[in-house]
């Protein structure tokens, strides 16, 4: 498949810098919660609000993929009943929002974190152990 | 102890490989693995067929189909059963990349302690995975994997048991029963309704058949009782039979109901593995947004001078960390700093603004800017446990701000009694001291020791006035604060370290005769490891005092450096001039400053210096003993008396350090990292040993006070030399990190379950 570049994107990417790991909250048990403590490394980067809504936001959807819901209930008893033939053809309720998931880290990438040098990775690609940010050297300060 | 091909990264469906690049080299294919699994399928599905072609016929016929259809169903949910337990990706977790664990070095601790629901849980450094293992998780030795909420290796299956595919293990266990209890049940009216002509062979099979349904069915339905227990107290075979929760609390679990219906009811778990690599179409390019500082907010910094913004900012901070659990603080990037020397310059800007010290961009990014996260990421690293509690943060912070007011009164009669030896230039000047000064307590708000330290003794340190500061500092933060006083110590005598590029830029000239001079305890103060970074760093740039990027490496990031960021310095070293590697050498067990000590060219300490040095090295005693033998060793010639104490050999060191050309440089000093009676293991880079390691590295302080080949530990090859140096570390950390997870975790029962609380055995 012909892909075509702008010349924007010819240009190189930036340097990464840094990596900060936003690591698990475990307050609450094996629940899947981030912590929404601001890393002192992306004070100079980001809003304090901002990154902790983000989080917020993620720690909420991963609270609704877990829920204990009719959803989850009526998709085991499916299972079940079709000796789980039913996975072959039918997204789990926690794939979805994973996805919705994906979705919206992109979003918050393309909208607030890549205008500031920052990445997010999306956690699962960590085994939900993580939130990977990505600082990028910022070189129109470099001296 | 791994068997099969391609048996780690999980079973199943999914049968995706890594998700690294790397392939792992296919393992042995042992045959004894599916041994079990083999005979399991063999008698589940040889039995259940010759029971339905054998006695279901008669029995549809005598009594109803409705028996065979019922058989068949049963059966049919055991077969799917058993494959989704023998062939679902347990929960495997991904190795963790190379970027994350960069931060934790060899002098990481084996253990970070997480509170939940108020109990103190251990979270175990995972040195195949390379991560800290989650809460529940365990490494199965079988399949060579960590496994989320890790069951058991069930060899029957074939597979461990963990999250994802707990429900079908169970459901695989209740269906089995049903099974084998309708197959018997069948089976014996069969036998009563034929009792004349039982030599039949359909009844000869059928007899075989209950045979061995009767057989099985003792164990199975034992295994499903247990299970059935397990479920409903919300625990995993791993935690019951290792007894963790024997006398204390079990903090997963949710009552009975919930229980239940979290494993049958919840939604299936996403497996991490092979799973599609999103792309990133994100691209990113400077110039970059900045967050904009209200007018409020830059009054606020400059006028009330960082203190009381630092002070603000570290309660609030503290007590969301104490509510966080202090090991779960995201581990401090200062490496990445290091790693990356093109890092970005625009701190420079902010730290004048934020920090109120001399724009010093890795002063910034060490300091946790004004929240103790980084204190609590540098004293986990360093020394884990015992710092991650509250109370010592909280120490630390009084401690820093308490001193912080007697470091500045100390900071400018310091400075400038003491001669300048330092060849290098001093750039920095009496604007450098006051921004050092202002930095160093806004430093120590925020690393509460670790990183004050450092940034005390990176600025213009005036050789007594940290000590001062530093004594305090270290006598109650953990060692951290150590570290960060030596690496404060050492930036100031070396602009060698990245960390310290900054701070030595900045320190005036007259600080280098006093670095020169204090050179002992400089090092002794400065945490070890860490700093050997910073130093070699620092010590390849010595005469250039400034020019080199502020590295993030912070004194007391060093020990985050990343070894790759270490071994180009450290060449450089020995080139340097004697007080660099000093001090490096100190604090770098691996650094080989192979240079003669440059104690020989300094003068002798003042001194006040002298009596100043006996406070930090009263908070240095702290320091394993460990410690002490390596941080003597810097002085090359290690007198008798240094066995004693830590700072008295500092003393005694340095000054023979100046007088005498000492060959071997310090490196064992691996600075205050942890009070003596921190026994905590810290895990290696590719082996977890720490406890066999701490325990013999324990013993080698003891035989002089200067590690004997110091060569050996000089040359940067000799990174077993170094491991000791941070099991001795370690292991004093650990034994504080124990004890203070024993002692913080919810009272009694917090204790016990932090005795209990052990790392799982389970043989998976």
């Known amino acids: ?143 | 102890m791994t068997g099969g091909s391609s048996k780690s990264g999980g079973r199943g469906p999914s049968l995706s490989p890594l998700p690294h690049a790397v392939v792992p080299p296919s393992r042995p294919l042992r045959p004894s693995r599916y041994v079990p699994v083999s005979a399991a399928t063999f008698f589940l599905v040889g039995s259940t067929t010759l029971f339905f072609c054998f006695t279901c016929p008669w029995l549809s016929e005598r009594f109803s189909v409705a028996v065979p259809i019922y058989n068949g169903v049963i059966f049919l949910f055991v077969l799917a059963n058993f494959c989704m337990a023998t062939f679902m990706d347990p929960g495997i977790f991904p190795r963790a990349e190379e970027d994350e664990d960069k931060e934790d070095d060899f002098r990481a601790p084996l253990y970070k302690t997480v509170e939940i629901r108020g109990i103190q849980v251990r979270m175990k450094w995972c040195s195949t995975c390379r991560f800290y293992r989650p809460p529940r998780c365990s490494h199965c030795s079988v399949c060579d994997n960590c496994v989320e909420d890790f069951d058991h290796h069930c060899p029957w299956v074939n597979n461990c048991i963990g999250r994802r595919n707990y429900r079908y293990f169970f459901l695989f266990l209740l269906s089995l029963t049903a099974h084998i209890m309708a197959v018997f049940g069948f089976g014996l009216l069969f036998i009563l309704y034929h009792r004349q002509n039982i030599d039949r062979l359909h009844a000869i099979v059928t007899l075989a058949v209950m045979c061995v349904a009767g057989l099985f069915f003792i164990p199975v339905a034992g295994l499903t009782g247990f299970h059935i227990v397990l479920v409903a107290r919300g625990r995993t075979t791993n935690e019951q039979v290792t007894g963790k929760f024997r006398g204390g609390v079990n903090p997963f679990t949710n009552g009975c109901w919930k229980n239940v219906s979290h494993v049958l009811c919840s939604s299936q778990a996403p497996r991490y593995l092979g799973r599609k690599k999103c792309v990133q179409s994100v691209f990113v390019q400077p110039p970059f947004l900045r967050p904009q500082l209200t007018e409020a907010q830059l009054a606020a910094k400059i006028l009330d001078n960082g203190i009381q913004g630092d002070l603000h900012r570290s309660k609030s901070s503290l007590e969301m960390m104490e509510s966080q659990s202090c090991d779960a603080e995201p581990p401090p990037p200062p490496k990445p700093e290091l790693r990356y020397p093109g890092i970005t310059r625009g701190n420079t800007e902010d730290c004048s603004l934020l920090n109120k010290a001399p724009p010093t961009p890795t002063m910034y990014k060490y300091r946790p800017t004004y929240s103790p996260s980084k204190n609590h990421t540098a004293f986990t690293h360093a020394y884990a446990n015992q710092l991650s509690r509250g109370e010592s943060v909280g120490s630390a912070r009084d401690s820093s701000s308490s001193t912080s007011s007697l470091l500045q009164a100390s900071q400018q009669p310091g400075f400038r009694s003491q001669p300048s030896l330092d060849q290098r230039d001093a750039s920095s000047d009496q604007g450098g001291e006051e921004g050092g000064g202002e930095r160093r307590e806004g430093a120590r708000e925020v690393a509460g020791g670790g990183i004050p330290g450092y940034s005390l003794g990176g600025r213009s340190y005036p050789s007594f006035s940290d000590p001062t500061v530093l004594a305090g500092v270290a006598s109650r933060s953990s060692s951290s604060m150590h570290t960060s006083a030596g690496a404060a110590q050492v930036s100031e005598a070396t602009t060698t370290s990245a960390s310290f590029k900054s701070l030595a830029n900045q320190t005036p000239p007259p600080h280098h005769p006093s670095r020169n001079g204090s050179l002992s305890y400089d090092s002794l103060l400065a945490g070890g490891d860490d700093f050997d970074k910073e130093v070699v760093a620092g010590s390849g740039v010595p005469e250039v005092s400034a020019g080199r990027p502020c590295t993030p490496a912070v004194g007391y990031s060093s020990p985050f450096l990343s070894s790759q960021q270490r071994d180009p310095e450290m060449p450089s070293l020995s080139s340097q001039s004697p007080h660099h590697h000093h001090r490096t050498a100190y604090h770098h067990p691996f650094l080989h400053r192979s240079s003669s000590s440059s104690t020989s060219s300094s003068p002798p300490p003042p001194p006040e210096r002298e009596r100043l040095l006996a406070e930090p090295h009263a908070g240095a005693h702290a320091l394993p003993a460990g410690q002490t033998a390596g941080s003597l060793s810097s002085s090359a010639q290690p007198p008798p008396h240094h066995h004693h104490h830590h700072h008295h050999h500092h003393h005694h060191s340095h000054h023979h350090h100046h007088h005498s050309s000492s060959t071997s440089r310090p490196p064992r000093f691996t600075g205050p990292h942890a009070p003596p009676h921190h026994a905590y293991p810290y895990r290696t880079r590719s082996t977890d040993t720490p406890l066999g390691s701490s325990s013999t590295s324990t013993t080698h302080p003891s035989r002089s006070p200067y590690p004997p080949p110091l060569g050996k530990s000089l040359s940067y090859s000799s990174a077993a030399a170094a491991e000791m140096q941070y099991r001795l570390v370690r292991k004093a950390s650990a034994s504080a990190g124990a004890n203070a997870a024993g002692v913080g975790g919810g009272g009694g029962s917090g204790g016990m379950v932090g005795g209990g609380i052990q790392t799982p055995k389970f043989p998976g």
């Open chain 1, 1 to 143: 498949m012909a892909e075509t570049h702008s010349l924007q994107d010819m240009r190189p990417q930036a340097a990464v810098a840094a990596k900060v790991f936003i690591q698990r909250d475990y307050t609450n048990g094996t629940v899947c919660q981030f912590q929404t403590k601001f890393p002192s490394e992306l004070e100079t980067r980001i809003d304090k609000q901002q990154f902790e809504e983000t989080v917020r936001m993620l720690n909420n959807l991963y609270a609704e993929a877990e829920k204990l819901g009719s959803q989850s209930y009526i998709e085991g008893c499916l299972a079940c009943l079709t000796a789980y033939t039913v996975f072959l053809c039918m997204e789990t309720h926690y794939e979805k929002i994973l996805k919705k998931i994906a979705k919206y880290i992109q979003e918050q990438n393309d909208k607030i974190y890549a205008p500031r040098g920052l990445l997010l990775t999306d956690p699962i690609e960590r085994g939900l152990r993580v939130i990977e940010v990505t600082i990028f050297e910022d070189r129109s300060l470099t001296r």
